[in-house]
């Protein structure tokens, strides 16, 4: 079973198994996609160019079967570069391992070798009239970007970056946070925040050295500003002494540190526990 | 429940950490098999896992290390749930063979699609015929090319230049392998359109037919009709068979796009349709010998009857081998498993 979500930055498939587990894969845009296949297009011009010389070279008693041998391989490596190495490769070829692309089937399994083959041999639809064009239309209108090779074989692009298992959340962990004396206030923050707004605040602080200055101080006074009047009001005299940086520092430690642990048992009853978030 | 990140990553580490590796292991070596305690670690990890990446979905704010769970069970899954075909079983000869027996029940089983693109391109033929024959205007639209629109002139160039000359080999091995890899485009394009729900590939099949049809027209009308048929008929008996069956390959990929996605069986479906395309394509590689180094030759090097017979054996035998080949094993097998299908 899979359901799918798209937007600009984050189309995704989610894939529920058959023990009710849900997971997401993240898809690849036309961008990357582009690249890889940039590349790969690269790869296959050198190779046939070389198999070229070497068929000429080979034939050169008789050019015309050189001519011949070296047409019918270069068609067919043309088609089977893409085929092969997706088929043989779990889904990738150099250029889409060089940027982290792979094929997949899309029930979230591996690629098949008769999968691989069709979206391959339908690279003749997809190219049409030009430089991908039809393919290109048809992966910015397909809600999980596929190509018409794609939707007919069942398949498509995730982006797979590598991960390893996170580091602790070193930003949001400080030595003292002044939120924990307003454990009611601190609960409301919680409570409040929607699970993108913590994302969001989370993310904010560990671009922070990504961000140009300017940009950062006016995002994080914007935060702040937002946590303050809609969410979760602290008091002035707190607030004055406080920089935009800072609040938002306390705000995170409030909803993802360890300060949790002192606030819960102070500000829940039995029956008073948050919505998780 | 709200979880303590920092104590639960403490705690569940190791256990992601075995997943990785073993994951890494057998994505590595896909075709080593897993000894049966390996198994049962790798469903107790991915079921573990699962639970892990259910809590923090529903019990933290931690988008990395949601991802990074996400992405540890979906690699579990696809070794759960995906047995990678072993070489040993993708490099069996008798696999490949079977695609022989394979193609001709696949086009059985889908010959109304092949009716379908057969009438498309009669249509076709018949309007293009019907065209050259009482419009003699619209044979400057519809053969463009000079040995088309005048068959006196091509038939007298072709008798002529074979006396003086044969065509060498070279000239004609090299002809044959860009007939060879031109028609195999065309045809994959016509199987391929069937993704336009088959208006593309009726198009294409329809524009063939219209050639195909005035060029018929135009030589008989002028008293070559012999002519043509031993120009066209022994490759063509391969060559426009094997575009039909790209045609039927298109339609049936359009019927399938039609059905609701819950009726569709993908996985048969592409194999029934890559069949086509694989056995078609086996076609145009003769077809293209055929046209490049035997349809070229005319009288009187090749009496023009002899080429005709050629070209009606050829019709024959592939009639024979369409409607026979693989029958009695029908019942028995499905024929659509021979592309390397996954255990």
Redesign the interface.
Known sequence: MKTSRQDPTTAELA?A?P?G?????PLAGPAPRLYAMLLDTAIVLAAVNGLGYLLYWIFAK????G??????AE?AIGFAYGALLE?FW?GQTLGKRLFHLRV??DC???L????A??RN??R??DALPLAYLVGGISVLTSPIMQR?GD????TLVIR?TP????A??ASTRQKYNSFTQYPAIAMRLRRMAT?EL??LI?DALRRRNELASYARREIYRELAAYLQSEIAAFPDELVEILSDEQYLTNAAGT??G?E??TI?PIALGAQDR?N?? | ??L???RF?LQE?PR??RLESLLADL?SR?DRLLKPTESELLQELY?QT?VD??RV?????????R??L??L??RA??EL??A??TRSE?WQPCRWVRILTAFPEAFRRQSRYFALALLVTLLGSALGGLAVRFDPASVDVLLPADYLRNPGLRVHQEENTQNRHLN???????F???L??HN??VS??AA????TFGIGTALLLFENGLLLGAVAVRYTQQGFGLFLTAWLLPHGAFEIPSILIAGQAGFY?ARL?LRRREDRN??QS??E??LL?CGLALMLVWAGLMEAFFSQRHAPVLPYGFKVAIGAAELVLLAIYFLFTGRRETGARTGVGV??E?P
Do not use: K
Request: hydrophobic share 50%; glycine share 6%.
């Open positions: 894939v198994t023990e587990v849900l997971f997401r894969l008789a050019p015309g079967f001519v011949m041998t070296a047409t019918l068609f088929g779990n997949i089937d979230g399994l591996p098949r070798i008769e999968q083959w069709v041999l339908m003749v639809v018409f939707r007919v074989a069942g797979e991960l390893a298992a996170p602790d959340q699970p913590a994302a989370q909803l993802f360890d949790r642990r819960l948050p998780p978030v | 429940m709200i303590d990140l920092e990553q580490r992601w950490s994505e896909p079921a699962a990446l259910n979905t529903h019990g933290a704010l931690a988008p990395e290390l991802q990074y996400e992405r069970v979906a899954y696809a749930y995906y990678r075909p993708l060498s080999a070279q000239i004609e091995a090299a044959s392998a860009q060879i890899t195999i485009e994959l394009l391929g359109l069937g993704v990929l796009l993908m996985r592409i194999r349709w890559l395309i592309l390397a996954g």
